[in-house]
């Protein structure tokens, strides 16, 4: 497995420029930053413009997937056009001495390709059924399974994590040397996706499950 330090980028138009210190092209990072992520951003274009939009993503393997409605206009485009997938978690803002040194922390993904259906029906529930345990591990076995109707009238996607790149920011504030003495406070303020207290449906009866208790916990 390639490191921060060993890895290339893939492409030329995945290869970062603006402050390449901070890009990483290993595939464990880009797996890190995937895997902590419940929503992508794709961004394509067809007849009406460009168009970014946000949906629910996992990754298998070397594969990070959507899914949605077979009447879904963006689904229906991914297949044949080229696309970028965007993923983005906000770990802090950096405040600086000065104004146009502020910055914010970071780890971001963007993945460049095509998406590909996935056809075969072994397949497709394999791959729902890991979307439902990446949401909450161990709730796929207590819930009721998709019928028959209901897969027909999802679309799977998947889309090659090779083509990608990572950009990571971390630590304080990088302060010019004029301005250490301007009487500001400097620091980080860090931000975090935090889970909260389980609200629990009136109409639920049976006791919570492990991995509900373990929500807040974790």
């Known amino acids: 497995m390639t490191t921060p330090e060993t890895a290339a980028a893939p492409s030329e138009r ?3 420029r603006r402050i390449p210190t901070n890009a990483a092209y290993d595939t464990a990072t880009l797996h890190a930053i995937v895997d902590a992520a419940y929503l992508c951003h794709v961004a394509f274009a067809d007849d009406r413009g460009a168009h970014c939009i946000p949906t ?27 696309c970028c997938v965007t993923i983005t978690h906000l770990d802090g803002l950096v405040l600086a001495r000065s104004a146009f040194n502020h910055s914010m922390n970071y780890r971001s ?3 460049y390709g095509r998406f590909e259906v996935v056809s075969d029906e072994a ?6 059924e890991n979307f439902m345990e990446h949401l909450a591990p161990g709730r796929q076995a207590e819930i009721r399974a998709g019928s028959d109707k209901e897969y027909a009238a999802t ?10 790149a990572c950009k990571i920011r971390s630590g304080g504030p990088d302060d010019d ?20 207290a389980p609200v629990v449906d009136e109409s639920c009866l049976i006791p919570s499950p492990a991995y509900v208790q373990q929500w807040q916990q974790d």
């Open 155 to 164: 679309t799977i996607l998947r889309i090659s994590l090779e083509e990608a």
């Open 123 to 128: 397949q497709r529930h394999h791959a729902l």
């Open 56 to 82: 629910a993503c996992w990754r298998e393997d070397s594969h990070l997937y959507i899914h949605g409605s077979n009447g879904s206009r963006m689904l229906k485009r991914l297949t044949d056009s080229e």
């Open 14 to 16: 995945t290869r970062i």
């Open 177 to 196: 040397e004029e301005d250490m003495q301007q009487p500001a406070w400097a620091g980080v303020l860090p931000l975090a996706l935090k889970p909260l």
């Open 109 to 111: 993904a963007m993945i």
